[in-house]
């Protein structure tokens, strides 16, 4: 189950007569363009490595012409790599014979391009069940299946009418509903969406993402679009000129981008609806002290010690029981305040409402409970300062 689906290393793409020489020349530090510019090659992909688990939605991201179709045409062996290799579930595809091949994609491996490419003679119920005709599955078996997968993405009056008939959107998912019908162990979408506009394009990630719900596939997803990606993506690897700079859930890249090129894709990007209150917490902003019936004055003193205003009190198992303030100090029997817990999940925007309700930080909590961090007004004007810019 936690094996990875598709395992990448060291992956690279030189289009040109002496790929060789171009790596030589990668591997002593030089660009993309030094490589264009000195021996006219051009470098696809550089150097890549990363895994893609069972179940997750990897997205590719990056520039137009930062590599990332040849990346995928590298794991689905429609371009033979120049160096590195592709494992799919732990199988190395530059073993598997010709012959296979063809199976091994049909079957293994299904495509969804921009240009959906449906046959206008044909019914949206028989282009839906194309991949499975090809696979040599009878009528009556197809047809079934396709119809499946045309009441997922919501087609199922429309299944014999003529893609012509159909808006764009609807035409896009008849592409859709064809890679799902062959049930593939790994999904491929290359732009899949890019050509539609914003609202067509946001539901076709939401009939992706009810889909991903009820039935987890390894997806591997291209997009230029970072939206797009952080919508969908379990991970997101970041591409430039060839290379990987950057792999990470969206709240990671979000929280810590690699360098500017990355950084430059947020800009006009509301970032902060992504974040969570695990993003802007604390971990050592608040001291802490054990817990004890009644609680000992004189250890409140010296946990506050100094300049802090509050202390969380945390029992044994590190579950949090509440706060003491500094006006309690002076008192021979603190009193322990009660406050609710924020957990660690939880939205920024449901954080900023209850951060700025609340004179003391709040106590940021694990799904188990166990205490993780504080948050409070400046974690949080920092963050949108930050993160919305001029949104504000
Ligand atoms: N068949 C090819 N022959 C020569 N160069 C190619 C070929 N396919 C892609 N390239 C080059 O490889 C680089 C990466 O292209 P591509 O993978 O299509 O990028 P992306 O999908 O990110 O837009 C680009 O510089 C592109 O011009
Ligand atoms: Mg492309």
Redesign the pocket.
């Known amino acids: 189950m936690n094996s990875p689906k598709v395992v990448v290393e060291g992956l690279c ?1 030189v ?2 007569t002496n790929p060789k020489q171009a790596l030589n020349m990668l591997a002593g530090g030089a660009t ?1 363009e030094d490589v264009f510019a000195q021996t006219g090659q ?4 550089h150097n890549v490595s990363f895994e893609v688990k069972e179940g997750e939605i990897f997205v ?1 991201m ?10 995928i ?1 590298l794991i689905n062996r429609l ?1 033979e790599p120049s160096a590195g290799k592709v494992l799919i579930d732990g199988r190395d595809v530059a073993a598997v014979p010709r012959a296979e091949l063809t199976a091994l994609r049909r079957k293994d491996m299904s495509m969804v391009f921009q240009s959906f490419a449906l046959m206008p003679q044909r019914t949206v119920l028989s282009n839906a069940a194309f991949g499975l005709e090809v696979a040599g599955v009878s009528r009556k078996e197809r047809e079934r299946r396709a119809m499946t997968v045309l009441e997922q993405v919501g087609l199922a009056p429309f299944a014999e009418k003529l893609p012509a008939q159909l808006s764009g959107g609807m035409q896009q998912r008849v592409g859709l509903a064809r890679a799902l019908a062959v049930n593939p162990s790994l999904m491929i979408m ?2 899949a969406f890019s050509a539609l506009d914003p609202l067509k394009r946001k539901e076709m990630q939401n009939v992706l993402l009810d889909l991903q719900r009820e039935q987890q596939r390894t997806i591997l997803f ?1 997009s ?1 679009d970072l939206e797009e990606a952080m919508r969908i993506g379990t991970r997101i690897a970041i ?1 430039e000129g ?1 290379k990987v700079v950057q792999v990470g859930t969206p709240q990671q890249i979000i929280t810590n981008p690699a360098d500017d090129y990355v950084r430059a894709f947020f800009e006009g990007i509301d970032t902060s609806r992504y974040l969570t209150a695990g993003d802007l917490m604390q971990t050592d902003a608040v001291p802490l002290m054990q817990h004890s019936q009644p609680l000992d004055a004189s250890s409140v003193a010296a946990t506050l010690n100094g300049s802090a205003d509050y202390a969380f009190v945390l029992d044994g198992e590190r579950r949090f029981r509440g706060f003491v303030c500094r006006d309690a100090m002076g008192s021979a029997s603190p009193q322990l305040n009660h406050i609710e817990c924020i957990r660690r999940t939880t939205p920024l925007d449901d954080v900023v409402e209850r951060v700025v309700a609340s004179r003391a930080p709040l106590p940021v909590v694990e799904a188990d409970g166990s205490y993780c961090g504080s948050v409070n007004k400046t974690n949080v004007l920092n963050v949108l300062t930050r993160h919305r810019g001029s949104h504000v």
């Not at 137009?64 to 040849?70: E, I, V």
């Open positions: 793409k289009f040109g993309k051009i470098v696809g992909v590719l990056g520039l137009s012409g930062s590599g990332k179709s040849t990346l045409r371009v290359d732009e291209v230029h591409m060839g």
